[in-house]
């Protein structure tokens, strides 16, 4: 499932010949190109790991805000996974997870020493729709509004950009789906996902 939506995403979100801006823009003398006051708003994929818990990959929203001089990476599902009884609350579906944020440069390093491939893809998006991407995310990430109830399938890293854009975008992710279908199971992505993975 994290794949089919990083596709779908991938196709109707990435504007033709558009490339992403250096690694960190706001070194000295480095600004973005165009629209200074203008958030860019990149989609970050990582590539599957080693660990049970990193099999599907991983998703996450990168805003660079010059008007807030911030570089972050949104990243949802973080959690402490070494805290007690984390499984047994995991399975009953009890356990929280929440909103990360991290600068860009800590996300790189963490994902550059697990040895995961990261792309990113900047995305198509009016000056509108960026923004509110980036204040949505911001106020998402908020103590009292971060944690919410994570579901392996249905509420991931992958859905929750998905609904987001989503919704700014006026439901055209959904339009562009409806009546479509793989014809495959999540058993059918879960079993593929976990190859070698004996657990």
Known sequence: PGFLVFLLLAILF????ARA?????????????????????????YSIGDSMWSRFG????????????????????????????????YLRHTKHFNLGVRTWESA???????NRTIERQRLNLSDAQARS???RLR??????????????LLDNCATRI??????????????????????????YFTLDASKGAWP
């Not at 990435?14 to 010949?17: A, D, E, K, R």
């Not at 790189?108 to 020493?113: A, D, E, K, M, Q």
């Open 14 to 17: 990435v504007g033709s010949g």
């Open 21 to 45: 801006q250096e690694d960190n823009v706001y070194q000295a003398g480095v600004q973005p190109a165009s629209r200074t006051s203008v958030p860019i708003v990149e989609l970050v994929s």
């Open 58 to 89: 991983h998703s996450a929203l990168r805003v660079i805000d010059p008007t807030r001089r911030t570089d972050l990476v949104y990243s949802f599902g973080h959690t402490d996974f070494s805290q007690g009884g984390f499984a047994w609350s």
């Open 108 to 114: 790189l390093s963490r994902y550059r020493r697990e």
């Open 133 to 135: 991407i980036a204040e």
């Open 139 to 152: 106020l998402n990430a908020l103590p009292e509004n971060r944690e919410y109830l994570y579901d392996q």
């Open 162 to 187: 998905r609904d987001l854009l989503d919704e700014v975008t006026g439901g055209s992710l959904r339009r562009a789906v409806e009546g479509s279908g793989l014809g495959r199971t999540y058993r």
